[in-house]
C-alpha cells in the first residue's frame, strides 16, 4: 500500500513552533506515517503487536535494555544498604572516611549519576522516542485500511465505535509492548537477583522466593485468562456505550423534535447497565487478584524474616545483611502488587487489541484487482451487461440481468416508485458495492479492472441529502477539487447561488465567509445552503457524467429556477443520470427509463411516454400534485 501522501501535501498543523534542537535529535527515530506494502493488518492481537513492534524495533530493544537496567539498580540499591550498614558497624566516625572513601564515592556514584542516568534515559526512551510516534504511525496505518473498506462496512457499524477502536489500537499496542519491555522485564530482572542474593545469604531463603515464584506465576496462569475475558467484555461494552451516545448526538436534532418521551434514556441506560455489569465482572476479578498476591506476599515476608533472623542469631549473616534481605522483600512485595496491575493492564491491553483488530483488520469487500488500471478521463459512455444483484440474497426483486445502454453525452432520467432500483443502480454504478454477475462499463472498461478512485473521478454527485464535513466552507466546495484556486472556488458558489449567504456565514470561533466551519454534516446551515454548497462542489470537480439525485430538492422555486440554468450549463457535453420524484424536473431530459421492482418496464421521451395511458410512467405523472409523486409512490 502506497502513501499518497507527498511532501507539501499534509494538512495544517496547529502546532508549527515544535522544532527543538535537543528533542528532535531524539524524537526522529520512528517515523509516525510510515507503512508498509501489507493491505491487511494481522488479523490476531498477537500478530498485530509484532507486525508493529517490528516496524520500531531498535527503540524496542534499547527500551529492552534500559529496563533491565532498571531492575539491576534498584536490587543493587537495597543491598547496598545493607553493606553501608556494615562498614558503619565496623568503622570508627573519626576513621570513617579515610577508610572507606572509595565505597562511599562509589555508592554516591550510584546514588547520583548510575540511577539518574537509567532513570532519565528510562524516561525519554519511552516517553519522547516511542509513545507519541509510535501510537501514531500505529493509528494512521489503521487508519489507511479502514478508509479503504466500502460502503457497506460503514452502514453496519457505528462511526464512532470504529473511530475508536483506530485510537484504541495505537495506545493499547503501544502499552503492551512498553509494559512488556519496561516493567515486567525490569521486575523479572530484579526477582531474579533478589533469588541469587538471598540464595547466597542462606539457601532457605532462596527457596523460599522460588515457592513464591512458583504461586506468582499460578495466580497469573488460572486468574488472569479469566481477567482477561472481563477485560475484553469491558471493552466491548465500552465500545457499543460510545457508539450509541455518539450516534445520538450525530442525529441530535432527530431526537429533539422526535424523542419527546426520552426513548434515548433507556437505550443508554440499557448500554450503560451492560457496561457496568461489565466493569463489575471486571472489577471483582481484580479484587480477587489483588487479594491472592496480598496473602502470597504475606507468607513470603513473615518466612524470610524469620529465617533472617534465626541466621542471624546462628552469626550466619551480618546486622546490615538482614537489613539488605528485609529491604529486598518488602521491595519485592510492592513491586509484585505493582506488577500484577502492570499485568492487569497487558491483559486489558491485549484483549482491547484483539477486539480493534475485528474492526481494522477485515479484508475489503470491495478492492481494487492486482494490475488495476488508472482510467483516463472518459466520454461517459456507461453500459449495464446483464446484471444480477439481490444485495446478497439468492433471490430478490432487484436487478436480475439488467442491461442498459447510456451514450456518452446523453441525459438520462430513473423514474420509477420506491424500490424499484434507482438509487441501487446510482450505487452499483459508483462500485459502492459490487455486481454478483454480469458487468458495469465505463468507456469499455469493466468498472472492477480500473482503480476505485480514478473511477469516481469521473462522476460528480449531488444527493437528495448532501453530506458536508466539519470544516470550513471552501475546504467542502473544494472537497473533489483539492488544487483549486480561491477565484475558482468563489465562481463555483457563485454558479450554485451560494456565494451571497457564505458571506454572511460567521462560526463560533468567529470565522467568517468561507473560512466559515459547518458543523457537523454541515448541521450549521440550512437544508437548501447544504444543497448549494453541495451543488458548488460538483460545479468546481467539472466530472465527465454528473449524477443528480433530487439535486434541486431542497430548494426554494426561485433558487431552484435561477441553478437550473447553471445546471444545464453544466450538463453540456456530460453523460447526465438524474433521479428526481418531482417528475416535471427531469421532463426534459434526452430519454427516461421507468423502472418497477429492478426491471425496466418502460423507456423513451416525456412525449412519448406521456401518450401511453395504461404505462407506469403516464400513471405517476396522471397523480402528481405540484410535481411531486402521489403517496405511496415516493422517494426511496
Sequence with gaps: MSNRFRPGQEPESRYRNMD??????????????????????????????????????????LLLIVGGLVGGVDATLYWSVGWLIDILDNASPATLLQDHWHQLLGLALLLLVVRAVVMVG?????QQVIVPRFYTMVRWQSFRRVIEQPYTFYQN???????????????????????????????MTFVVLTTTILTTLDWRMGVVVAVWGVGYVSIIRFLLPRLRRAGKENANERAVLNGRMVDIFTNIISVKLFDSRQREHGGIRQALTNYLSAVTRLTRMITTVRASVALLNGFMMTAVATLAVMSWMTGAISTGAIAATMGLVFRLNQMSGWMMFNINGLIRAYSTVQDATETISVEPAIRDKPGAVEIPRSSGHI????????????????????????RPGEKVG????????????VNLLLRLFDVEDGRILLDGHDIRDVTQASLREQFGVVSQEPSLMHRSLRDNIAYGRPG????????AAKKAHAHDFIIDVEDQKGRRGYDAHVGERGIKLSGGQRQRVAIARVML??????????????????????????????????TVVAIAHRLSTIAAMDRLIVMDKGEIVETGTHGELIKRPNGLYARLWARQSGGFLALGEAAE
Design 20 to 61: 527543538h534542537p535537543v528533542w528532535n535529535r531524539v524524537e526522529r527515530f520512528i517515523e509516525p506515517f510510515s507503512d508498509t506494502e501489507r493491505e491487511i493488518l494481522p488479523q490476531t492481537a498477537w500478530g498485530f503487536i509484532l507486525y508493529f513492534a517490528k516496524q520500531a524495533r531498535w527503540p524496542f530493544i
Design 122 to 126: 528510562s524516561a525519554i526512551i519511552e
Design 157 to 187: 457499524d457505528f462511526a464512532g465505535r470504529i473511530a475508536t477502536k483506530i485510537m484504541q489500537a495505537g495506545e493499547s499496542t503501544g502499552d503492551f509492548i512498553v509494559t512488556s519491555l519496561q516493567a515486567m522485564w525490569s521486575f
Design 383 to 406: 453500459r449495464f451487461d446483464h446484471v444480477v444483484f439481490h444485495y446478497g440474497k439468492k433471490h430478490g426483486e432487484l436487478f436480475n440481468g439488467l442491461t442498459v445502454d447510456i
Design 414 to 425: 430513473l423514474v420509477g416508485p420506491s424500490g424499484a432500483g434507482k438509487s441501487t443502480f
Design 484 to 491: 483549486a484556486s480561491e477565484a475558482e472556488i468563489i465562481e
Design 541 to 574: 470537480k467539472d466530472a465527465p457524467v454528473l449524477i443528480l439525485d433530487e439535486a434541486t430538492s431542497a430548494l426554494d422555486s426561485d433558487i431552484e429556477a435561477a441553478i437550473q440554468e447553471n445546471l444545464q450549463a453544466l450538463m453540456t457535453g456530460k
